[in-house]
């Protein structure tokens, strides 16, 4: 992730609401957020190491930091509704507002889900023998890794581009995701008798999905910020129109 030294200098082309505090309330409020963030990519990046390398003393280093990263993103929440009702910003301002909001919850939802995957890969280093994991969920694991880095770094850097291409990637975590809930629902039936072992990698597997859906929820409110525009579910509406054409064809 990018640097927090002179944070939100590339967003400020569009600032309209004027006053030297809320400059500097402003400043402070994205300055934390970016720390925050990179804090908590750095939990999610330890997180999957444990998972990946079978390390449980990573995993209780992840367990240590989440209530400090809880009270940070309380802390945030409040600067934000505190900056609301004091300046009252308007336009771009009131959007940079509102997608600090945002993003400060996805930040903190990302956290959680760095801690329950650290939660599962002590238990899975901790079982004699240590249980390998599919090399389909370790490269899932990256790529939603990859995509939080991308998506903070287009947000400290107001890049869209990357933030369309953080989008465009989340079908790929999909497409990993299906693949190892086949292998390991293979090895339910196979292997009955390690039934608990499985259902942990598999719900390891859906905590790394929701991973990669919050970074595509940073990389919408990065085009959000930018270009004004909710992006949110316009996928969504495209696919099921494609299927109304499809079904009055027939």
Same mark, same amino acid.
């Given at each position: 992730m990018a640097?927090?030294?002179g944070?939100g200098?590339d967003?400020?082309?569009?600032?309209?609401?004027?006053?030297?505090?809320f400059?500097?309330?402003?400043e402070?409020?994205?300055?934390?957020?970016?720390?925050?963030a990179? %804090?908590?990519?750095?939990?999610?990046?330890?997180?999957?190491?444990a998972?990946?390398d079978?390390?449980?003393?990573?995993?209780?280093?992840?367990k240590?930091?989440?209530?400090?990263?809880?009270?940070?993103e309380v802390?945030?929440?409040?600067d934000?509704l505190?900056?609301?009702?004091?300046?009252q910003p308007v336009?771009?301002?009131?959007?940079r507002?509102?997608?600090?909001l945002?993003?400060?919850g996805?930040?903190?939802? %990302?956290a959680d889900?760095a801690?329950h995957?650290?939660?599962?890969?002590?238990k899975?280093?901790?079982? %004699?023998?240590?249980?390998?994991?599919p090399?389909?969920?370790?490269a899932?694991a990256?790529?939603?890794l990859?995509?939080?880095h991308?998506?903070?770094?287009?947000?400290?850097k107001?890049?869209?581009?990357?933030a369309?291409?953080?989008?465009?990637?989340d079908?790929g975590v999909?497409?990993?995701?299906?693949?190892?809930?086949?292998?390991?629902?293979?090895c339910?039936r196979s292997e009955?008798?390690?039934?608990?072992t499985?259902?942990?990698?598999?719900?390891?597997?859906r905590?790394?999905e929701r991973v990669?859906d919050?970074a595509?929820?940073?990389?919408?409110?990065v085009?959000y910020?930018k270009?004004?525009?909710?992006?949110r579910?316009?996928?969504?509406?495209?696919?099921?129109?494609?299927?109304?054409? %499809?079904?009055?064809?027939d």
């Open positions: 640097s927090t030294e944070a200098a967003w400020d082309a569009g600032r309209v609401t004027l006053g030297r505090h400059l500097r309330d402003m402070g409020l994205w300055e934390n957020m970016l720390k925050l990179a %804090v908590v990519e750095t939990a999610l990046s330890t997180s999957i190491q998972l990946c079978g390390r449980a003393d990573l995993a209780a280093e992840v240590g930091g989440e209530n400090a990263i809880n009270d940070w802390r945030i929440e409040r934000c505190k900056v609301l009702a004091l300046h336009a771009s301002d009131l959007r507002v509102a997608a600090i945002k993003i400060n996805d930040l903190e939802r %990302v889900l801690d995957i650290a939660s599962r890969a002590r899975l280093a901790t079982k %004699v023998p240590p249980t390998p994991i090399a389909q969920l370790e899932m990256r790529e939603a990859n995509q939080v991308d998506s903070l770094d287009a947000l400290a107001a890049d869209v581009s990357l369309r291409a953080v989008i465009a990637a079908r999909d497409r990993l995701r299906r693949a190892v809930l086949k292998e390991l629902k293979d339910i009955p008798d390690r039934v608990n499985w259902l942990r990698l598999i719900n390891t597997a905590n790394i990669a919050h595509t929820n940073i990389a919408e409110a085009i910020l270009e004004g525009d909710i992006i579910h316009v996928g969504d509406r495209r696919q099921n129109a494609t299927k109304t054409r %499809v079904l009055s064809d």
